[in-house]
């Protein structure tokens, strides 16, 4: 694992990759074991569904020296889409959003770095659930 720790020639890159780690985690549960095998065939279909998302054909080559595991014949590297909010999604985004920001003023420390990203953090959690829910739809 990477030392993240602030060191004195490199604290403010160090602090800044703090904020990166998700610093929230869900209640433990009591370890079971399962009682049943899994369903492989259902895992199969939800990843062949995953499998048919296709990034959009980008138009700015990627970066000298990138590791970006996609590319094209062009050179050009695939890209983000845009993935729309109801206007349901945006309004409650955008009051949580204010309610972060709030936050921010009342906090200090590396607190302020993790609360500027949780709202971009939030929306990519939301897709990766929303996708997972979709996948497993029959």
């Keep these: 694992m990477q030392d993240f720790s602030p060191k004195p020639n490199h604290a403010g890159h160090k602090l800044r990759q703090l904020a990166r780690f998700v610093w929230f985690w869900p209640e433990p549960v009591p370890f079971r074991r399962p009682k049943a095998t899994p369903n492989i065939a259902f895992v199969v279909s939800a990843f062949e569904r995953l499998s048919i998302l296709e990034m959009a054909p980008g138009d700015v ?3 000298k020296g990138s590791r970006q595991p996609f590319s094209h014949r062009s050179g050009n590297a695939p890209t983000q889409g845009i993935v729309p909010l109801t206007e349901a999604a945006a309004t409650q985004l955008e009051a949580f959003a204010q309610e972060i920001q709030v936050r921010q003023t009342e906090t200090r ?5 993790c609360l500027g990203k949780v709202r971009g953090l939030a929306l990519r959690l939301s897709l990766v659930l929303e996708y997972l829910h979709w996948a497993a739809e029959e």
Excluded: E, Q
Excluded at 109 to 113: I, Q, R
């Design 61 to 63: 080559p990627p970066a």
């Design 109 to 113: 420390g590396l607190m302020v770095s």
